[in-house]
């Protein structure tokens, strides 16, 4: 399986960014998708997920409201747009297989999403 997540940039706080994962060797239409982030100094933590269908969606309490995942199975893609960001967003931000943990370890080299104030 290879996972490759990009658009991550500079931002100032209250900007939005999109972030999207293309998904090779798996059957992606099959398997829910999440996206997870690891702040400095701190472990990985999920802060989205969607079914493989797109019906179900989760999201971490600190983003609720804020950041929206989607995918595009006819793409093998799955997006995170983020809105309203804030410094504590700060952080490499990967996706992974499965809707509530990651099944495969294999997290690519992740996109830097850096906030400032």
């Known amino acids: 399986v290879q996972l490759q997540a990009f658009g991550g940039g500079l931002v100032q706080t209250g900007e939005s960014l999109r972030l999207s994962c293309a998904a090779s060797g798996i059957s992606f239409s099959a398997n829910g998708m999440g996206w997870y982030r690891q702040a400095p100094g701190k472990q990985r933590e999920l802060v989205a997920s969607?079914?493989?269908?797109?019906?179900?969606?989760n999201y971490a309490d600190s983003v609720k409201g804020r950041f929206t995942i989607s995918r595009d199975n006819a793409k093998n893609t799955v997006y995170l747009q983020m809105n309203d960001l804030k410094t504590e967003d700060t952080g490499v931000y990967y996706c992974?297989?499965?809707?509530?943990?990651?099944?495969?370890?294999?997290w690519g080299q992740g996109t830097l999403v850096t906030v400032s104030s």
């Open positions: 992974n297989v499965g809707f509530r943990r990651p099944l495969y370890d294999a």
């Open positions: 969607i079914s493989s269908g797109g019906g179900f969606t």
